[in-house]
């Protein structure tokens, strides 16, 4: 089993070494949608350069297609919620497409829209209908889950079978509880909840430990300190 001082393979390496150049991941101090304030912070919308985009949507394609050789997972439609989630679908869709045109070339993709169309053909989907298809969500981060469920609840409501979902960072950080002692008590992560609740897997490109590991040698102390300082305080008990 890997452990957390292991090196990290070469495609995560490469693909950690991307996003801390592009400014896409950064180090400092970050409130979280769930109101935690973090050390780092992943921000999908700066793969806004195409060559960066073809690499996320390329460790994507890896990842996901990675796992459907070794595994009984396949899928219709790649799903990807409003509104980071719409360019890492259609990007995604692309690059498994030219990894494996026979597999993957006849694949569909489609997305939310976060206010539904009362207009033209209306809705709130766009791309692929979901009804009776085997789906895979994709996005960026799973922090607290709240943004992972809504997009499960949108498929359920379309006639969708969530068949799994993968993401390009596991925080791997427990859920905010309810009450005042929220650090303090062990919790889940929302990851792990959710793959117990759907029975899916949830695949990601990196996780926090990726990040600390592929830190080492090239991040300033203070900030792996600091990282692994928050990771003691909020990693999760699965
Ligand atoms: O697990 P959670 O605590 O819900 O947080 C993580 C999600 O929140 C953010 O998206 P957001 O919902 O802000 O939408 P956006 O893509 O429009 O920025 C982020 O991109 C993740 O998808
Ligand atoms: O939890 C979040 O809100 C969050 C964390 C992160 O690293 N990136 C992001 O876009 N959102």
Redesign the pocket.
């Known amino acids: 089993m890997a452990s957390n001082n292991d090196p990290l393979p070469s495609y995560k390496a490469d693909f950690l070494n991307a996003c801390i150049s592009a400014g896409v991941l950064k180090f400092g101090s970050f409130t979280?949608?769930?109101k935690r304030v973090s050390p780092y912070?992943?921000?999908?919308g700066l793969f806004h350069r195409f060559d960066l985009l073809r690499i996320i949507a390329s460790a994507f394609a890896h990842t996901l297609a990675g796992h459907i050789d070794s595994s009984s997972l396949d899928f219709d439609v790649l799903f990807g919620p409003a509104y980071k989630g719409i360019p890492l679908s259609a990007a995604t869709g692309l690059e498994l497409a030219a990894l494996d045109a026979e597999k993957f070339g006849k694949k569909d993709y489609s997305f939310n829209r976060k206010e539904a169309k009362d207009h033209g053909e209306g809705g709130s989907i766009v791309g692929a209908p979901l009804k009776g298809k085997r789906v895979v969500i994709i996005d960026?981060?799973i922090?607290a889950g709240t943004a992972i469920r809504e997009a499960i609840d949108i498929i359920h409501r379309e006639g969708g079978q969530l068949v799994g979902i993968i993401v390009a960072?596991d925080?791997m950080e427990k859920m905010p509880g309810t009450g005042v002692d929220d650090d303090a008590a062990p919790r889940p992560s929302a990851i792990g909840e959710v793959r117990k609740q759907y029975g899916v897997p949830v695949l990601s490109v990196l996780t926090l430990n990726d990040i600390i590991a592929g830190l080492t040698g090239i991040g300033s102390e203070e900030d792996i300190r600091r990282m692994e300082e928050y990771r003691a305080k909020y990693k999760a008990s699965d």
């Open positions: 979280l949608k769930s912070f992943f921000n999908a960026d981060v922090t960072l925080r």
